[in-house]
């Protein structure tokens, strides 16, 4: 069956350097894919996406990369701030169906140093 | 803040009972859909409403359901609560039903004893 799945559960970083969060996912049908951060109390907020046709997406501080070949998906996170400390998910949008039915990763915990 | 509101924000039940949670969705929106997210957990697809009618199920029993409203709010009802129902639930309101940006509102903590 379809999933989606994060390599290291919790990632620790200085702040100012680049975080990097990484997912694998196994439907290789999947053809579109959100990147969420939720912060504690609070709902998943979107923060980029991507479409299988594209291999690099970027927004403001973030960059998402897609490596449809090895059915993986990269959060860049450059400059990294204290204000950037959450659980980041990522998710992809069951295309067999289309609609907003979203399969979640278990989510990567991101913890920024001072 | 996303304009998807949901009440209650915490609540707790004890097994067999029944609960409604209630979602406003944000202006302009005419989709929403339900998700339940364990501690520690990424949210699981409960379902989608478009146009008060059910539109996609994930993979939860018939006693979790639903209501939409002229006014595209909407209702997720669970009955006979187990104690693996304990959860945050998640509600989002989409433009469309067709895939795209979801908001999603800050969640009613449920406890089930």
């Known amino acids: 069956g379809e999933s989606v799945g994060l390599h290291l559960p919790t990632l620790s970083v200085q702040e100012g350097d680049n975080s990097i969060i990484n997912c694998a996912y196994s439907?290789?049908?999947?053809?579109?894919f959100i990147w969420y951060k939720q912060e504690s109390g609070k709902g998943p907020q979107f923060i980029i996406d991507?479409?299988?046709?594209?291999d690099k997406r970027q927004g403001q501080r973030v960059t998402v990369l897609l490596n449809k070949t090895v059915k993986h998906l990269s959060l860049q996170i450059a400059a990294t701030q204290p204000g950037d400390s959450a659980v980041y998910f990522c998710?992809?949008?069951?295309?067999?169906?289309?609609?907003?039915?979203?399969?979640f990763g278990t989510g990567t915990q991101l913890k920024v140093e001072l | 803040e996303t304009g998807v509101t949901q009440s209650p924000t915490h609540l707790i039940k004890t097994r067999g009972q029944q609960v409604t949670l209630r979602c406003s969705s944000q202006?302009?929106?005419?989709?929403v859909s339900w998700y339940q997210q364990a501690l520690g957990q990424g949210p699981q697809f409960i379902f989608q409403?478009?146009?008060?009618?059910?539109?996609g199920r994930g993979n939860f029993p018939p006693r979790f359901s639903g209501l939409q409203f002229p006014n595209y709010s909407s209702e997720l009802n669970v009955n006979a609560l187990e104690l693996d129902d304990s959860a945050l639930y998640l509600c989002?309101?989409?433009?469309?039903?067709?895939?795209?940006?979801?908001?999603f509102g800050e969640g009613s903590r449920l406890t089930v004893l």
């Open positions: 989002a309101s989409s433009r469309n039903r067709g895939g795209g940006e979801l908001f």
């Open positions: 439907n290789s049908a999947s053809d579109y």
């Open positions: 991507i479409r299988s046709n594209m």
């Open positions: 998710a992809e949008n069951g295309s067999a169906g289309g609609g907003n039915k979203l399969t």
């Open positions: 202006s302009g929106h005419n989709t």
């Open positions: 409403y478009y146009r008060e009618e059910e539109n």
